[in-house]
Structures are given as C-alpha cells and as structure tokens.
C-alpha cells in the first residue's frame, strides 16, 4: 500500500510540474520573450540600451502604419512586431521576406518584399535632419546602419547555403517568364546548389550575350539583363536629373569637376 501512495504522489508532483512548465512556455510566447535569432538579439539589446534610438525606431514604424495601414503589405506595427519580422526575413527567401504578399509573379513578389524592408528604415526622422546623411533616416544612422549592413550580410551568407534553394523553388522561378530560363540561355540548373549560385547563374556560353559593335566607341552595351531606360546629365551638385527635372540619383558626395 504504500508503494501505491508513493507512486500516486509522484505522478502527481510530475503532473503539477508539466502544467507549471507548460504554462511558463505559454507565459514565454505571449509575452515575447521566445528565443529569436542571434541577429534580432543584437538588435534588441542595442535598442533597449538606446533610449534615443528605440524612440526613432518606433517613431519609423508609427510612419509606415499612418502611410500604409494595410496589415498584408504592412504587418509591422510595432517593436515586437518588427523584431519578430527580422526572425523571419533573416532566413527567407527574397520572394517572401513579405510572407503573404499578393502578387501573384515571382518578380514581383521578389521587388515588393525587398521595398518592405527598406519601406520601414527608410522614413524621415526630423531628429536626422541636417545630420549630413543623404537622407534624413534611420538606416544612416549609427549605430542601426552598422547593425542593417550587418543583417544583410548574414543573410546573404544564408543565401549561399543549400537550405536556401530546392526543385520548388527553382519550379517558381521557371514559372516567371521575367527570368528567361526556360530560353536556353543559362547553365544546367543542376549546378545551383544555393538561392545565390541561382541569382548569379552563369550563361551557358559567351555566345549567348553577344557584345554589340565592341570596335564603336560611340555604341554602349548593356552589362546586364536590363533595358536601358535613358541617358541624363549630371549637375554640379552630382545629382542625376531626369528631363522632366526631378532628382533620380545622388552619384556621389563631392561635386563634379
């Protein structure tokens, strides 16, 4: 009999002690605190040690809400929100760092999740004005920008590994005929190993992107997949203008001579 009494006390203790852990786990998820990526993890101990910088940040965010309300292409409204973004878009694909984007093409998907990214660390701050930088926003701003080229470095590395890449995605990328890899002008598919082996294909011959008029200094070829969309001047303060005057592009910080 009391082998049974010490075995029903200590199912019970081991009972009383999984509901305590459970709820403690549930506790942990509701209320944010789950482990996040190591790079999220930078990113919050520089903000929750940087009073000035978390109040630009939120005030980013509170930006992007007021602009954009629309919780598909906006999901982001708050800190948590967005440290729970950078988790996921730190092992996404370019196509669906935005994971329910309604674009129906692959390139289009790929444009818009890159934007998003950019859309939040690239709103005015009147706090940045006057700073110097080419524009009055976060991702100019130390120590964020240092901690921005480092998540696009990492996840870059990624990128290159083999997790990044599989038949389904290379079947998505073939379905877009913006890729132009169903005409024949690539390698074998079977050598991308990685999303980026796929980004930086190489062409199956040199003969596939013949150079126009190499000997006629006048004639200039595209050194890409890409349309040329027009020639502008460049002023003397380095801006490049469009015809119809608005600025495109600072080219550098210093005057032209």
């Known amino acids: 009999?009391?082998?049974?009494?010490?075995?029903?006390?200590?199912?019970?203790?081991?009972?009383?002690w999984s509901l305590l852990s459970f709820s403690a786990l549930a506790v942990e998820f509701s209320s944010g605190s789950a482990k996040h990526e190591p790079i999220t993890e930078h990113l919050i101990t520089m903000v929750e040690h940087n009073t000035e910088l978390k109040s630009m940040l939120v005030e980013s965010i509170d930006k992007t809400t007021k602009i954009n309300p629309d919780k598909v292409t906006n999901p982001v409204r708050t800190l948590e929100e967005y440290y729970n973004f950078i988790d996921w878009a730190a092992k996404a694909l370019p196509w669906s760092?935005?994971?329910?984007?309604?674009?129906?093409?692959?390139?289009?998907?790929?444009?818009?999740?890159?934007?998003y990214f950019y859309f939040v660390n690239?709103?005015?701050?009147?706090?940045?004005k006057n700073k110097g930088?080419?524009?009055?926003?976060?991702?100019?701003?130390?120590?964020?920008?240092?901690?921005?080229?480092?998540?696009?470095?990492?996840?870059?590395?990624y990128l290159s590994k083999e997790d990044s890449w599989n038949d389904a995605y290379y079947k998505k990328a073939l379905e877009d005929e913006r890729f132009g890899l169903n005409k024949g002008w690539y390698e074998d598919p079977s050598n991308w190993k990685t999303f980026n082996d796929f980004f930086a294909r190489y062409l199956k011959s040199p003969d596939q992107r013949p150079i126009a008029a190499p000997n006629d200094p006048?004639?200039?070829?595209?050194?890409?997949?890409?349309?040329p969309q027009g020639v502008w001047k460049i002023d003397q303060h380095s801006n490049i203008v469009h015809k119809k005057g608005v600025t495109c592009v600072q080219v550098h910080s210093y005057p032209c001579r």
């Open 97 to 115: 760092i935005l994971p329910n984007a309604p674009w129906s093409s692959l390139y289009d998907q790929i444009d818009q999740s890159l934007d």
């Open 133 to 157: 930088y080419y524009h009055n926003s976060l991702q100019y701003h130390e120590p964020y920008r240092t901690w921005l080229i480092n998540f696009t470095k990492e996840w870059g590395l």
């Open 218 to 227: 006048s004639v200039v070829a595209s050194p890409a997949d890409s349309k």
């Open 1 to 16: 009999m009391k082998k049974i009494h010490f075995l029903v006390r200590l199912l019970s203790v081991v009972t009383l």
């Open 122 to 128: 690239d709103q005015p701050l009147l706090q940045l």
